[in-house]
Nanobody
Framework: QVQLVESGGGSVLAGNSLKLSCKVFGRTFSRTGLGWFRQAPGKEREFVAAISWSGGSQSYADSVKGRFTISRDNAGNTLYLQMNNLQPDDTAVYFC?????????????????WGRGTQVTVSS
C-alpha cells in the first residue's frame, strides 16, 4: 500500500548540515502522518520528528529541537528532514515512517510502514 525510500545520508564533520529525503509511494499519502526515527549502535530506535498529513503540525524530540526541521511536499510525495549543526551524537541510521492517523504521532508502534534507512555519520 505505502512504500518509502530514504536518501541523502552521508558522512560529515560536526557543525555541518545534511538534508534527508523520503520518497513516498501510495494513494493514501496526502492524509497519512509521517515521521523520522533513528537508531544508533547499541541503542533502541528513537523518535526524531513527526508531521501531520497537511504539514500544519510538527513535533520534535528535545535532542533535535531547534536544529532539525521536518517538512513534506504532498504534491511531490516527499518527506524531508533538514538537519543543521550536526553533532557526533546524531550519528545513526535514520528511518522514515508512515502512519494512518494523519497526526503527529511519536510512538514507534503506531507506524505501519517503514523505509530501509539511511546512514548519517558525524565526526568531531
Amino acid at each position: 500500500q505505502v512504500q518509502l525510500v530514504e536518501s541523502g545520508g552521508g558522512s560529515v564533520l560536526a557543525g555541518n548540515s545534511l538534508k534527508l529525503s523520503c520518497k513516498v509511494f501510495g494513494r493514501t499519502f496526502s492524509r497519512t502522518g509521517l515521521g523520522w526515527f533513528r537508531q544508533a549502535p547499541g541503542k533502541e530506535r528513537e523518535f526524531v520528528a513527526a508531521i501531520s498529513w497537511s504539514g500544519g503540525s510538527q513535533s520534535y524530540a528535545d535532542s533535535v529541537k531547534g536544529r532539525f526541521t521536518i517538512s513534506r511536499d504532498n504534491a511531490g510525495n516527499t518527506l524531508y528532514l533538514q538537519m543543521n549543526n550536526l553533532q557526533p551524537d546524531d550519528t545513526a541510521v535514520y528511518f522514515c515512517a508512515a502512519n494512518e492517523y494523519a497526526n503527529t504521532i511519536t510512538e514507534i508502534e503506531k507506524y505501519d510502514y517503514w523505509g530501509r534507512g539511511t546512514q548519517v555519520t558525524v565526526s568531531s
